[in-house]
């Protein structure tokens, strides 16, 4: 069974640090290209970063460019998310989202998600 | 960035109806969307990708179709877990973007 089980979220102060992960389970995560999407409170989705299979390939929304960095190791079945500088704009649920298998640009399995509140 | 725009913005539907949200997109994306619906406090579940293909276990009741600027997702004989927010996402492009969601009521 797919598992897909972010952690480190919480309450921090504008312009503070914080470290997402997410663990994997129940597939090959070093065949799949992974990308964490976010959601404001009462608000739409919105995709933060992608990052592909060997982490050769890195992309950003423009609204975190040159603040966030995604990373992973496949030796640990790992997503990372290191958000620097935070503003009261990033407080959202961060989800990590698996590649479709079909190979197609979609997520075919979320985590749970892990609550950012950036506030002082 | 490609604009995903999705009409109408909420629409209240009985049990039973037939029910067709449209998205559209601000340049051709070929047939890169995907469709997703999401319950509250619930991660999104990926119901249709490349336009018109059913991801596996999604009931045959939902389909999709379009492709270049404009899509639907046609719900036919809703049931009561069919209501939620519906979302497009296009992946035509690196920097991919969903619409701002469909959220379907019961009436």
């Known amino acids: 069974e797919v598992q897909l089980v972010e952690s480190g979220g919480g309450l921090v102060k504008p312009g503070g640090s914080l470290r997402l992960s997410c663990a994997a389970s129940g597939f090959t995560f070093s065949s799949y290209d992974m990308n964490w999407v976010r959601q404001a409170p009462g608000k739409g989705l919105e995709w933060v970063s992608s990052?592909?299979?060997?982490?050769?390939?890195?992309y950003y929304a423009d609204s975190v460019t040159g603040r966030f960095t995604i990373s992973r190791d496949n030796a640990k079945n790992s997503l990372y998310l290191q958000m620097n500088s935070l503003r009261a704009e990033d407080t959202a649920v961060y989800y990590c989202?698996?590649?479709?298998?079909?190979?197609?640009?979609?997520?075919?399995?979320w985590g749970q998600g892990t609550l950012v509140t950036v506030s002082s | 960035d490609i604009q995903m725009t999705q009409s109408p913005s909420s629409v209240s539907a009985s049990v039973g109806d037939k029910v067709t949200i449209t998205c559209r997109a601000s340049?051709?994306?070929?047939?890169?969307l995907a469709w997703y619906q999401q319950k509250p406090g619930k991660a999104p579940k990926l119901l249709i990708y490349a336009a018109s293909i059913l991801q596996s276990g999604v009931p045959s009741r939902f389909s999709g179709s379009g492709s270049g600027t404009e899509f639907t997702l046609t719900i036919s004989g809703l049931q009561p877990e069919d209501f939620a927010t519906y979302y497009c996402?296009?992946?035509?492009?690196?920097?991919?973007?969903f619409g701002q969601g469909t959220r379907l009521e019961i009436k």
């Open positions: 989202a698996r590649d479709g298998s079909s190979g197609w640009p979609s997520f075919d399995f």
């Open positions: 996402q296009q992946g035509n492009s690196f920097l991919i973007t």
């Open positions: 990052i592909s299979s060997t982490g050769s390939y890195i």
């Open positions: 340049q051709g994306i070929s047939s890169w």
